[in-house]
């Protein structure tokens, strides 16, 4: 247990509905970034958020995804009108920058366990 | 960020050490070498990660060439909750960079009883 958490771990829905996913990230970590990782790839970078600002989104995440970080606390990822190119794996990470060996910054991210979104 | 190659899976056998290499021949100065797994179902996994220095924690040990063209994670003693899928990834440390992390295909270690 890595400490972010994701909600639900599962969701199976049919084309066309919105679905919205939670993270909670280590709450200490100011920085949260949302992947998506489809079978046999890995994961692909979505957006980021330092606190509350959205500051990258990738090209991956059309108009149909929008993700928010109220409080700079916990993320949701809403998917509208989801399609079945939509099935993936849904993952959460945080990370927050420390000072590592030799005084360089470090900043590895903690994951959670993903969502597993299925469109029928 | 720099691409990296690894290969596709390999096999080792419970007890040994297992040794993961990466390629990054285009890997720039103030760019990190980071390693991640993936053990099937869960969130990929900070292991370890070194800018130029060989670097050892309690899960592995990174080797970086002298050139940092290629690395090599080592698990001293495999075990089979080690199989997993494991990721090298180059990434620049500082910046202003917002630090995504960049998976390839990774390679998939499986230890063997």
């Known amino acids: 247990d890595t400490g972010v958490s994701q909600d639900p771990r599962h969701k199976i829905t049919k084309r066309g509905q919105n679905v919205t996913f939670r993270c909670d990230p280590i709450?200490?970590?100011?920085?949260l970034y949302w992947y998506r990782q489809t079978l046999g790839q890995g994961p692909e970078f979505l957006t980021y958020?330092?606190?509350?600002?959205?500051?990258?989104k990738s090209r991956l995440l059309s108009d149909r995804f929008s993700a928010e970080r109220p409080k700079g606390s916990f993320s949701t990822l809403e998917i509208q009108r989801t399609e079945q190119g939509d099935s993936a794996m849904y993952l959460c990470?945080?990370?927050?920058?420390?000072?590592?060996?030799?005084?360089?910054?470090?900043?590895?991210?903690?994951f959670g366990p993903g969502t597993r979104l299925t469109v029928t | 960020d720099a691409k990296t190659t690894q290969p596709p899976s390999m096999d080792c056998a419970e007890g040994r050490a297992a040794n993961l290499p990466c390629n990054h021949s285009t890997i720039s100065g103030n760019e990190y070498v980071y390693w991640y797994r993936q053990i099937h179902s869960q969130g990929p996994q900070y292991i370890i990660h070194g800018l130029k220095n060989n670097e050892t924690n309690e899960m592995a040990s990174l080797i970086i060439t002298e050139d940092r063209k290629s690395s090599t994670l080592i698990l001293p003693h495999a075990t089979l909750r080690d199989t997993a899928v494991y990721y090298c990834?180059?990434?620049?440390?500082?910046?202003?960079?917002?630090?995504?992390?960049?998976f390839g295909k990774g390679t998939l270690l499986t230890v063997n009883p």
């Open positions: 990834i180059v990434r620049v440390g500082s910046g202003g960079s917002n630090y995504k992390l960049t």
């Open positions: 990470a945080s990370s927050q920058p420390r000072r590592a060996s030799g005084g360089a910054r470090s900043y590895e991210q903690y």
């Open positions: 958020f330092q606190n509350e600002a959205q500051l990258e």
């Open positions: 709450s200490e970590h100011n920085r």
